[in-house]
Nanobody, 124 residues
Framework: QVQLVESGGGLVQAGGSLRLSCAASGRGFSNLAMGWFRQGPGKEREFVAAIGWSDGSTFIVDSVKGRFTISRDVTKSTVALQMNSLKSEDTAVYYC?????????????????WGQGTQVTVSS
C-alpha cells in the first residue's frame, strides 16, 4: 500500500506561482512512477506530469510544458509540482497518484494510489 498526501494548494493571482508537494509513505517506491493529475470544474480528470521514482525521468503534458516542472526527493519521499506563470485555466483540484513504472503514464485508470487532492485557484 502507498499513502499519498498533497499540500501547497491555495489562491494565487494569474502569473503567480505555487509549489505543490506530495508526501508518500508505505511500501518501497523504487518501481513506481508518481503522477500529478488535475480536475477543473465540470471537467474530466486530466494528466499533468509524471516522474519515475528511481530514474527521475519526467513526462509533462504539452499544455503546461515550460510552466510546470515535476521533481522528486527520494530522501524525503516527496514529489513536487512547481507551477509558474499560472493561468485561470489552471484552476482545479490537483491530485497526486502512484503506479508501477511501466507502460502508459497519462491515463488515470493506470494509477492504483491517489491522494485526497489539493485545490488550486487562479484569479484573473
Amino acid at each position: 500500500q502507498v499513502q499519498l498526501v498533497e499540500s501547497g494548494g491555495g489562491l494565487v493571482q494569474a502569473g503567480g506561482s505555487l509549489r505543490l508537494s506530495c508526501a508518500a509513505s508505505g511500501r518501497g517506491f523504487s518501481n513506481l512512477a508518481m503522477g500529478w493529475f488535475r480536475q477543473g470544474p465540470g471537467k474530466e480528470r486530466e494528466f499533468v506530469a509524471a516522474i519515475g521514482w528511481s530514474d527521475g525521468s519526467t513526462f509533462i503534458v504539452d499544455s503546461v510544458k515550460g510552466r510546470f516542472t515535476i521533481s522528486r526527493d527520494v530522501t524525503k519521499s516527496t514529489v513536487a509540482l512547481q507551477m509558474n506563470s499560472l493561468k485561470s485555466e489552471d484552476t482545479a483540484v490537483y491530485y497526486c497518484a502512484a503506479k508501477l513504472n511501466v507502460g502508459e503514464h497519462t491515463k488515470a485508470a493506470e494509477y492504483s494510489y491517489w491522494g485526497q487532492g489539493t485545490q488550486v485557484t487562479v484569479s484573473s
